[in-house]
Nanobody, 126 residues
Framework: QVQVVESGGGLVQAGGSLRLSCAASGRTFSNYAMGWFRQAPGKEREFVAAISWSDVYADSVKGRFTVSRDNAKNTVYLQMSSLKPEDTAVYYC??????????????????????WGQGTQVTVSS
């Protein structure tokens, strides 16, 4: 069982920045594919970014968000810049141990991920 815990959410003004962190348990974290998803009220959970052997981004955040990882700390980060009100959502981190694919599309699918965190709220005010 892998535990996934997000942190770093909060309230920020439009144009501002925020960094989310996600800690995952396990001794082979470097072999996990890690994803970020978000869910706004009344909407489906959608893909934001993922990192495995490379990083993948949704078109809506490309150029504004950056995903990175620190394997020594078992932590993945989501640096969010130039935030917009439409970025307001609960952000979820997810882990897919041992799953690596050449198709970047695979990382956008929720079904890939086996373990999910509880989510952290990000609110962007206009």
């Amino acid at each position: 069982q892998v535990q996934v815990v997000e942190s770093g959410g909060g309230l920020v003004q439009a144009g501002g920045s925020l960094r989310l962190s996600c800690a995952a348990s396990g001794r082979t974290f470097s072999n996990y594919a890690m994803g970020w998803f978000r869910q706004a009220p009344g909407k489906e959970r959608e893909f934001v970014a993922a990192i495995s052997w490379s990083d993948v981004y949704a078109d809506s955040v490309k150029g504004r968000f950056t995903v990175s990882r620190d394997n020594a700390k078992n932590t993945v980060y989501l640096q969010m810049s130039s935030l917009k009100p439409e970025d307001t959502a609960v952000y979820y981190c997810a882990a897919a141990p041992g799953k690596h694919y050449s198709s970047t599309f695979t990382y956008t699918r929720r079904e890939l991920y086996d373990y999910w965190g509880q989510g952290t709220q990000v609110t962007v005010s206009s």
